[in-house]
Every structure is written in C-alpha cells, then in structure tokens.
C-alpha cells in the first residue's frame, strides 16, 4: 500500500463511528444509508459522510437498486487492513520485547553497582 492509502486506511477505521458502521456492513452484507442511520446513535447524514470515508480509503463500495443506494464491505481491502494491523502489531511487539531487554539489562546492571556499594567495593 502506497502512505496515502495507508493513511486513508487508518483514518477511515480509527474513528468508532465509522467502525460501529462499517461492522454492520459486515454483519448485514449490504444495507442502505437509511437503514444503517436507523441502527447508529449519529443522523442519516454523519452516517452518509462516514460511508464516503469509507469508500474513499476503499473499504466499501456502493450499488444502486432503483432508488436505492446499497453499500456493501470490501472484503479484499478489509483483509489488507487485517493484514496491516496485523503488521503494525508485529512491530510493536519487536520494539516492547528490545525495551524489556533494555530495562532488565539495565536493571541487573543497576543491580550489580548496589551489591558492589553495599560490599565497599569500587563502581
């Protein structure tokens, strides 16, 4: 993915309402703006605003069904967002385990000074 998608992508779930939508979507398959607003806390219009964020970062796309709008999830860009969480997540363990290793190594060596001083000897 390409920093704009990816910034796009993160914006568009890192809001709850959008999520709270989007999980719908999925729980539904397909639905309507009207419908959705009639199941969110938030109007008709913040929910026609969050399906265009939506479709913008390409997580849903839309039908027309007579008068009808129909929105339905992308699954093929909801996996590359599970996979890019998934991603994220990896680094940040790899970055928490090196700074756990830093602080035990810090903290045995911190140790050690302290017996050192408690037994009169040198630093």
């Known amino acids: ?5 990816d910034d796009e992508l993160w914006s568009a779930i890192g809001d709850p ?3 709270q939508v ?4 999925v729980s539904r398959g ?4 009207s419908w959705l607003a009639g199941r969110v806390p938030f109007s008709r219009q913040a929910v026609a605003k969050h399906l265009a964020v939506l479709e913008d970062a390409g997580l849903v796309s839309r039908r027309k069904e007579g008068r009808e709008v129909l929105y339905r999830v992308q699954a093929g860009r909801l996996d590359q967002a599970t996979r890019a969480m998934t991603e994220v997540a990896a680094q940040w363990d790899r970055r928490l385990a090196a700074i ?9 060596e911190n140790k050690k000074i302290e017996k ?3 037994e009169g000897e040198p630093s």
């Open 100 to 108: 756990k290793r830093l602080a035990e190594a810090a903290h045995a």
């Open 30 to 33: 397909e639905a309507s703006a």
């Open 1 to 5: 993915m390409t920093a704009r998608a």
């Open 17 to 19: 309402s959008r999520r």
């Open 116 to 118: 050192r001083k408690r």
């Open 22 to 25: 989007l999980d719908l979507l």
